[in-house]
């Protein structure tokens, strides 16, 4: 997501480089790529004049500070303008004060509104609130055995009436279950039509009226561009939401329905779904994601997802094998694992700063080498996983794992040499931290950009190179040239 909108965006800080300052003249090609940016996003119209006009305003007054870089000053402006149209906060789910809380989903059909209910009851109780399901969409059967699937994959009940019982009915005796049980928190899941329609409209209003929800949640597909904040702005009028949830943030998406959702609808987004596993559900925020689409990455929502897969005294043994250079095999499959858990490759890459650039076919590839690795692991022995040296020294065990793990043996010989070298730069890493997030210890030791087995060619990626001067070392350091961001702020 977002791709294209970063690419447009680092032609404008381009154009502003090697200026003195900001002025008339040099801001007006820079606006002219901004605006041109944000329309090819697929950011509605009117949210693109009043950004532009805005930035205008702020550039033109701004006085660059010493040492700071008009396009250095430039970026920051956008990036808080940026973050301003889409909330500049997060708006938290609501909380009753007599449980239970009552969330109502609404949306057209084919958003994922149904996988977003279950998503978010999953959230919920990461955060140690009882969830139950309330299937209400009577009119597509599939959707209450999707819901009741989900809840079997989750552990958590779901409420349902099957087909021949009004929705109104189906979600009071929903809630007053929820009542009995002592739920924290009711979501109602409910019918959506291909298209806005006066029945779909009436049926939301009348379940909305019996039930008094805390929030009614609008779930948007990111996907239908600028149609979303007008979408969000029609159910807002007629029926009156609290908030949206955008889904399919991780497809193939320009991402502008997140930058006009909040500013045409006057409602804020509140979650988005980035992924099709029911984990893949995040609270919004706007600050990273402004973050993010100017190619900063997003550090702290990468602590949150190794904070939830990490355990605190596994990450302390981790430190100290990694300090005493005894990590080996299995702590490497255990770390790639765990990041698998966290998500794709290429979305824990793109969290980090200055990993953006990284291509999809270098991804892909990294991906690869990941299986590779882990079958050549699995055909070692115990004793071959916690002692590395014993593949290094011996041409017969290497010969062995490589028949046993179908591939050559200079295969298996490249991996012992990167692991060794990868061991000995995370002693060296593990002193001073990981570079940008300073966890020794987190999942993040195992991953490219550190000489890991599973790049292609150990190759560090571009972005990460000489990253705070611990890579290459053994030769001397080049002089670092000053990145762009907020580094010199």
Request: charged share 25%; net charge positive.
């Amino acid at each position: 997501m977002f791709e294209a909108l970063a690419d447009r965006l680092e032609v404008t800080w381009k154009k502003l480089r090697g200026q003195d300052k900001i002025t008339d003249s040099n801001i007006q090609d820079a606006l002219r790529e901004v605006r041109r940016a944000l329309l090819e996003a697929d950011v509605n119209l009117q949210v693109v004049k009043d950004f532009i006009a805005e930035v205008s305003t702020k550039a033109k007054g701004a006085n660059v500070l010493t040492g700071v870089r008009p396009d250095q000053q430039f970026i920051k402006i956008v990036h808080d303008e940026l973050a301003q149209v889409m909330g500049e906060t997060n708006a938290p789910l609501a909380k009753a004060d007599q449980p239970p809380t009552i969330v109502l989903m609404a949306g057209l059909q084919g958003t994922g509104k149904t996988t977003a209910s279950a998503k978010l009851a999953l959230h919920l109780r990461k955060q140690n609130r009882s969830a139950l399901l309330v299937a209400t969409d009577i009119y597509r059967p599939a959707a209450i055995d999707q819901l009741v699937t989900l809840g079997k994959q989750i552990d958590i009940s779901v409420f349902e009436l099957g087909t021949d019982i009004d929705p109104v009915e189906i979600a009071q005796k929903g809630v007053e279950q929820a009542k009995a049980d002592g739920i924290d928190t009711v979501i109602i899941d409910t019918a959506g039509r291909l298209q806005i329609d006066q029945d779909m409209m009436a049926e939301l209003a009348r379940i909305k009226a019996a039930v008094k929800p805390q929030e009614t949640l609008l779930v948007v597909d990111a996907m239908t561009g600028q149609e979303a904040a007008t979408l969000t702005r029609t159910f807002n009028d007629q029926i009156g939401i609290t908030g949206a949830i955008l889904t399919k943030m991780d497809g193939d998406t320009r991402g502008g329905a997140a930058l006009s959702v909040r500013r045409i609808s006057g409602q804020p987004i509140k979650f988005v779904g980035v992924g099709e596993k029911v984990e893949a559900l995040q609270p919004f925020y706007p600050e990273r994601m402004a973050s993010r689409i100017l190619g900063m990455g997003d550090v702290l929502t990468l602590v949150e997802k190794a904070q939830e897969e990490f355990d605190i005294a596994d990450a302390e043994k981790m430190q100290e094998k990694i300090l005493s250079a005894k990590f080996d095999f299995t702590d490497f499959l255990k770390q790639t694992r765990l990041m698998k858990n966290m998500g794709s490759l290429g979305g824990i890459m793109k969290l980090i700063p200055g990993m953006n650039k990284i291509s999809d076919d270098q991804l892909q590839q990294g991906e690869t080498q990941l299986k590779r690795c882990e079958s050549m692991i699995n055909s070692m022995t115990r004793q071959e996983r916690q002692n590395p040296e014993l593949l290094a020294k011996s041409p017969s065990r290497r010969r062995r794992i490589a028949g046993g793990s179908g591939y050559a043996e200079k295969d298996v010989s490249k991996l012992v040499s990167d692991f060794q070298r990868m061991r000995s730069l995370m002693q060296q890493m593990g002193q001073g931290g990981m570079p940008g997030m300073g966890m020794p210890g987190m999942p993040g030791m195992g991953m490219p950009g550190m000489g890991m087995p599973g790049m292609p060619g150990g190759k560090t990626p571009p972005g990460w190179r000489n990253q705070q001067g611990i890579m290459g070392s053994g030769k001397k350091k080049k002089k670092q040239k000053k990145k762009k961001g907020f580094g010199q702020l």
